[in-house]
């Protein structure tokens, strides 16, 4: 596979995982801020695992971005659009 599809797919797929986890985050978050006045384990745990996707959501998403840079560095070097000294 070429170094242009693997940066698209990458970047695309990056960033939809951060809004994703930022999403399920917020979620969380208001979950937690409804909940009631005596401890209930069942309502803890709901707002604890969709924030913990969220966390990992994020983090996925953010390495799927940081490979789509390598690619896009792959591909402007293949190219010769990279500002690199090259050996002569």
């Known amino acids: 596979m070429d170094y242009k599809k693997k940066w698209w797919r990458h970047s695309?797929?990056?960033v939809t995982l951060v809004g994703l986890g930022?999403?399920?985050i917020g979620e969380?978050?208001?979950?937690?801020?409804?909940?009631?006045?005596?401890?209930?384990?069942g309502h803890a745990a709901l707002w604890f695992w969709?924030?913990?996707?969220?966390?990992?959501?994020?983090?996925?998403g953010i390495s799927y971005v940081g490979d789509a840079v390598k690619q896009r560095i792959y591909m402007e070097m293949e190219n010769g659009e990279a500002p690199v000294n090259r050996p002569e």
């Open 12 to 14: 695309v797929i990056g």
């Open 50 to 60: 969709i924030g913990l996707f969220g966390l990992v959501s994020i983090n996925a």
């Open 28 to 41: 969380a978050i208001i979950i937690k801020s409804n909940s009631p006045a005596e401890f209930d384990l």
């Open 22 to 24: 930022i999403n399920f």
